[in-house]
C-alpha cells in the first residue's frame, strides 16, 4: 500500500499515490529537473545525470511504501535517493573507466565525476535533519548539543540536570537510532 505525497500548499488538491503512475509523474514533474541539476553538478556528465533521475524514481517506486511524509519531505525523501545513486554511478565509472572509453567518441574527453563538495554539504545536511527529526527528543538534544554544537558533556549534564553517565547512554542510544533511521531513509553509510 503506497504512502500519500505532499502536493504543496493547496490543500484542496487531492494527494496522489507515489505508487501509482499519476503520483509519479507528479512527484517527476516537481523535482524531476530539479534532481537533473543536482546530478549534473555532482557527475559533470549529462547522459549519468539523466540515468541517475531514472533510477532515483525507479527506486521511489520500488520503495513507495517506505516514504513517509510525516518524517521527511518528499524533496528530502528523493535527494536522499539521488545521493545514494550518484555515489553509486561514480564508483561504477571508477571502477570500469574502459567502458567509458569504449562508448565515448574520440573526440569526447570527459572528466571523471567530480562531486561538488557544498552541494554535496547541502544534501547531507538535509538527510540528517530528517533523521534527526525521527529519533526521541532527548537524544536529540543530547546529540545536538555535544556532537554538532560541540559542547562539553559536564556542560550539556548540568545544563540539562542529569549526570554526565545518563547523558553519555543519551548519545549512544541516540547514534544507534540516528544511524537506524539513516538506514530507513535509503543512505547508505
Given at each position: 500500500?503506497?504512502?500519500?505525497?505532499r502536493r504543496g500548499p493547496d490543500p484542496g488538491r487531492p494527494a496522489e499515490r507515489l505508487d501509482t503512475e499519476p503520483g509519479l509523474r507528479a512527484a517527476y514533474a516537481a523535482h524531476g529537473a530539479e534532481l537533473f541539476r543536482f546530478a549534473l553538478r555532482q557527475l559533470g556528465?549529462?547522459?549519468?545525470?539523466?540515468?541517475?533521475?531514472?533510477?532515483?524514481?525507479?527506486?521511489?517506486?520500488?520503495?513507495?511504501?517506505?516514504?513517509?511524509?510525516?518524517?521527511?519531505?518528499?524533496?528530502?525523501?528523493?535527494?536522499?535517493?539521488?545521493?545514494?545513486?550518484?555515489?553509486?554511478?561514480?564508483?561504477?565509472?571508477?571502477?570500469?573507466?574502459?567502458?567509458?572509453?569504449?562508448?565515448?567518441?574520440?573526440?569526447?574527453?570527459?572528466?571523471?565525476?567530480?562531486?561538488?563538495?557544498?552541494?554535496?554539504?547541502?544534501?547531507?545536511?538535509?538527510?540528517?535533519?530528517?533523521?534527526?527529526?525521527?529519533?526521541?527528543?532527548?537524544?536529540?538534544?543530547?546529540?545536538?548539543?555535544?556532537?554538532?554544537?560541540?559542547?562539553?558533556?559536564?556542560?550539556?549534564?548540568?545544563?540539562?540536570?542529569?549526570?554526565?553517565?545518563?547523558?553519555?547512554?543519551?548519545?549512544?542510544?541516540?547514534?544507534?537510532?540516528?544511524?537506524?533511521?539513516?538506514?530507513?531513509?535509503?543512505?547508505?553509510?
Amino acid at each position: 500500500m503506497g504512502r500519500l505525497i505532499r502536493r504543496g500548499p493547496d490543500p484542496g488538491r487531492p494527494a496522489e499515490r507515489l505508487d501509482t503512475e499519476p503520483g509519479l509523474r507528479a512527484a517527476y514533474a516537481a523535482h524531476g529537473a530539479e534532481l537533473f541539476r543536482f546530478a549534473l553538478r555532482q557527475l559533470g556528465d549529462e547522459g549519468a545525470a539523466e540515468e541517475v533521475v531514472q533510477e532515483v524514481f525507479l527506486r521511489a517506486w520500488r520503495r513507495a511504501d517506505t516514504y513517509d511524509p510525516q518524517i521527511a519531505s518528499l524533496r528530502s525523501w528523493l535527494y536522499a535517493i539521488a545521493r545514494n545513486a550518484v555515489v553509486d554511478e561514480s564508483r561504477r565509472v571508477a571502477a570500469r573507466p574502459w567502458r567509458r572509453t569504449l562508448t565515448d567518441s574520440p573526440q569526447e574527453s570527459r572528466a571523471a565525476p567530480v562531486i561538488d563538495a557544498a552541494d554535496q554539504a547541502v544534501v547531507d545536511a538535509w538527510v540528517v535533519e530528517e533523521a534527526l527529526r525521527r529519533i526521541r527528543p532527548e537524544h536529540r538534544e543530547a546529540i545536538v548539543a555535544t556532537h554538532l554544537r560541540g559542547r562539553a558533556y559536564a556542560e550539556v549534564a548540568a545544563e540539562l540536570g542529569i549526570p554526565i553517565g545518563t547523558l553519555r547512554s543519551r548519545i549512544f542510544y541516540g547514534m544507534k537510532a540516528l544511524r537506524l533511521a539513516m538506514d530507513e531513509m535509503g543512505v547508505e553509510q
